[in-house]
């Protein structure tokens, strides 16, 4: 099967540009050809595709809104393909794939969301609801099916556009591929060392570091010895640094650029406890990779968090912006060994049983078969 992949950016800073670059990469190893069409900015994974043998063509737009520029170039490429199946990811790419429609026939178009954008930025003013109202008449007539990367996504986008039926295929989790980039056994606890916490994820409003930050605050009047550390870039590093200084905490957080897989995924397997403080996500990867790498997560409970997580046996799962509740499930996993061993093991099966490539390639391929058959 072939598909064309259009996306905003190939950002490595970007959780769906990572969930797709996995998903290519493993449909190529069953036999399926991809290609993969951004709209803007570098191609951070050049080598990693070019390696498979995958194809990428930018668009090279200026802005979001260049539209004739977009149309023109998508249509080039399309028309010079023998693809009969397009996945937008998001809301850009499914409304410059949508635009397609237009001058292309005769080729499915599938979008797929990732995140809870109404939730997080509703169509509260006049020009937010004109934009919603056009995603709603663009999903409606211009595509043939709709997939969310978890069943949250799905029922958000189902409510706020009208889409009858939106099916619900996870992100796939590279088990394999995340295992052998980093050493397979952690280094030995040292005794009275401070214990290790780590979180990663852009810097942005939806992660809740603020959250986090007072949660550290009412750790650091207690006995527990910890350090965080925070892997990421985003909008809000100063406002963090910021925080992190008003609050006097910099003795125990410490913030991180985002930094390439092997250096990510040996800190978190180091780490004592992955942590993961977000108001809204759609299917994160960070803590599912955590839990292949064996190290106890807690996170909270929104989006598609419970779908990976089941609380108590793979994960601790609380409400989000509580930091008292988060001091507390953060102070009583680190103090217990047997809970985070317990945390340890069950978070592995969880993956290996739900979120592999394979259980996810081929949900995605049956689906794929389903709508071309339309």
């Known amino acids: 099967m072939k598909v064309i992949y259009v996306i905003e950016s190939l950002s490595k800073l970007g959780g769906a540009e990572n969930s797709l670059i996995n998903l290519v990469i493993e449909m190529k ?11 803007w900015g570098p191609n951070d994974f050049h080598e990693q595709l070019a390696s498979n043998d995958i194809k990428t063509y930018s668009l090279g737009m200026k802005s979001r809104w260049s539209i004739i520029q977009g149309f023109f170039k998508l249509h080039e490429i399309l028309s010079s393909s023998d693809i009969r199946l397009i996945n937008a990811q ?15 026939r ?3 178009r599938i979008v797929t969301y990732h995140n809870m954008g109404y939730e997080v930025y509703p169509a509260n003013n006049p020009i937010k609801l004109i934009r919603k109202l056009i995603d709603i008449f663009l999903n409606k007539f211009f595509f043939d099916g709709y997939l969310g990367v978890s069943n949250a996504v799905s029922d958000s986008y189902e409510r706020h556009l009208y889409i009858n039926k939106i099916n619900t295929i996870e992100n796939m989790i590279p088990v394999d591929s995340i295992k052998n980039i980093v050493a397979s056994n952690k280094n030995p606890r040292i005794i009275n060392e401070e214990h290790r916490i780590i979180m990663a994820g852009r810097l942005v409003h939806e992660k809740g570091y603020k959250y986090m930050l007072k949660a550290v605050e009412i750790l650091k009047a207690g006995d527990l010895k910890f350090h965080v550390s925070i892997y990421g870039d985003g909008p809000l590093k100063s406002e963090i640094e910021s925080d992190i200084l008003s609050k006097k905490l910099s003795n125990f957080v410490s913030i991180f650029p985002a930094v390439g897989h ?18 809204s996500e759609g299917f994160p990867m960070a803590p599912a990779e955590a839990m292949v790498l064996g190290t106890p997560v807690i996170a909270t409970k929104v989006g ?18 509580d930091p008292n509740r988060l001091a507390n499930s953060i102070k009583i996993t680190l103090n217990d060994l047997n809970l985070r061993n317990k945390l340890t093991i069950n978070g592995k099966k969880r993956i ?8 996810i390639c081929n949900k995605l391929l049956s689906y794929y078969s389903e709508v071309l058959k339309k």
């Open 29 to 39: 190893k069953l036999g399926h050809n991809s290609m993969i069409v951004y709209l």
């Open 262 to 279: 092997y250096e990510l995924f040996s800190a978190i397997k180091e780490a004592d406890l992955f942590v993961m403080s977000s108001i």
């Open 106 to 108: 005769g080729t499915k």
């Open 90 to 104: 998001n809301f850009f790419p499914m409304f410059y794939v949508a635009l397609s429609k237009i001058a292309i």
């Open 352 to 359: 290996e049983d739900k979120f592999t490539p394979t259980k």
């Open 304 to 321: 598609g968090i419970p779908e990976l997580i089941e609380d108590g046996v793979s994960g601790i799962l609380l409400p989000s912006k």
